[in-house]
T-cell receptor
Framework: EPEVTQTPSHQVTQMGQEVILRCVPI?????FYWYRQILGQKVEFLVS????????KSEIFDDQFSVERPDGSNFTLKIRSTKLEDSAMYFC???????????????FGEGSRLTVL | AQKVTQAQTEISVVEKEDVTLDCVYE???????LFWYKQPPSGELVFLIR??????QNEISGRYSWNFQKSTSSFNFTITASQVVDSAVYFC????????????FGGGTRVLVKP
């Protein structure tokens, strides 16, 4: 069964360093997302991406964050200069284009845990 | 704006007891989807169910059942005869077609099933 894969599963970095989290969405999906979950808290929307551009972003997704789909398969989240409060689990998700039944289901990866020291 | 509220932060039960998790949502859209996800201690999000706003039929899948009530904007989840493996955090979520189908999650309910 096709799945969304994320790497790395866990990354430890020093404050101020750049981090890139990678995701390979399901191959025929058209919509891509990043979500964040700070430990013990709820899952929060960061950004959605469609047709090679950001379609929506949350307040959390400030200038330190960027997303890219560099080669048609990977979908990356870059944090330019990490802060302590960026420590969280980051989930990538994808979904197909809308069907006649407006499916709506997102398929999540297993997450990348980022620890900023 | 869409909003999901899970009033119960933590529920503790003894194995074989039933447990019901409440979820109340707010939306202005007429076309929306409701979801439940399970997050075990390993951290991944496991999809359990999707319901669209036009289908109010309740659903049963093994020991899991869901009660969707549009009149009260609720989408409650019941685990029957709970088992230790059911211990996890359960998230209710909402997506609106008008909002590009992005998911808004509730705060989650931690379920602890004791042997």
């Amino acid at each position: 069964e096709p799945e969304v894969t994320q790497t790395p599963s866990h990354q430890v970095t020093q404050m101020g360093q750049e981090v890139i989290l990678r995701c390979v969405p399901i191959s025929n999906h058209l919509y891509f997302y990043w979500y964040r979950q700070i430990l013990g808290q709820k899952v929060e929307f960061l950004v959605s991406f469609y047709n090679n551009e950001i379609s929506e972003k949350s307040e959390i997704f400030d200038d330190q964050f960027s997303v890219e789909r560099p080669d048609g398969s990977n979908f990356t989240l870059k944090i330019r200069s990490t802060k302590l409060e960026d420590s969280a689990m980051y989930f990538c998700a994808s979904r197909p284009g809308t069907s006649g039944r407006m499916n709506g289901e997102l398929f999540f990866g297993e997450g990348s845990r980022l620890t900023v020291l | 704006a869409q909003k999901v509220t899970q009033a119960q932060t933590e529920i503790s039960v003894v194995e074989k007891e039933d447990v019901t998790l409440d979820c109340v949502y707010e939306t202005r859209d007429t076309t929306y989807y409701l979801f439940w996800y399970k997050q075990p201690p390993s951290g991944e999000l496991v999809f359990l169910i999707r319901r669209n706003s036009f289908d109010e039929q309740n659903e049963i899948s093994g020991r899991y059942s869901w009660n969707f009530q549009k009149s009260t904007s609720s989408f409650n989840f019941t685990i029957t005869a709970s088992q230790v493996v059911d211990s996890a955090v359960y998230f209710c979520a909402l997506s609106e077609r008008a909002a590009g189908n992005k998911l808004t999650f509730g705060g989650g309910t931690r379920v602890l099933v004791k042997p």
